[in-house]
Nanobody
Framework: QVQLVESGGGSVQAGGSLRLSCAAS????????MGWYRQAPGKQREMVAV???????NYADSVTGRFTISRDNTKNMVYLQMNSLKPEDTAVYYC?????????WGKGTLVTVSS
């Protein structure tokens, strides 16, 4: 049974930082591409950052230079370091795992950035 559990969300002031964590279980973690997505109220879910099984990364233009995705295959963990946060970063952030046709989501963690 695949399970993705996010943690680290909370409320911060603009310009602050947060680190999100995602703990994966029930799968061969190292062969999956992992990612972080977010969804704000009234908006579509969007890709924030991805990290592939061979450690290639990609970021949404809106977060490039501010966010960093990383993974630790020895711990089955993926992280999102978020710096210089802006109010428009406010959203529920979801952990995602994908390999071929298999597609898994966490339940999300809320990030609120106030001005």
């Amino acid at each position: 049974q695949v399970q993705l559990v996010e943690s680290g969300g909370g409320s911060v002031q603009a310009g602050g930082s947060l680190r999100l964590s995602c703990a994966a279980s029930g799968m061969m973690f190292s062969i999956y591409d992992m990612g972080w997505y977010r969804q704000a109220p009234g908006k579509q879910r969007e890709m924030v950052a991805v990290i592939t099984s061979d450690f290639r990364t990609n970021y949404a233009d809106s977060v490039t230079g501010r966010f960093t995705i990383s993974r630790d295959n020895t711990k089955n963990m993926v992280y999102l370091q978020m710096n210089s946060l802006k109010p428009e970063d406010t959203a529920v952030y979801y952990c995602h795992a994908v390999r071929y046709g298999f597609n898994y989501w966490g339940k999300g963690t809320l990030v609120t950035v106030s001005s």
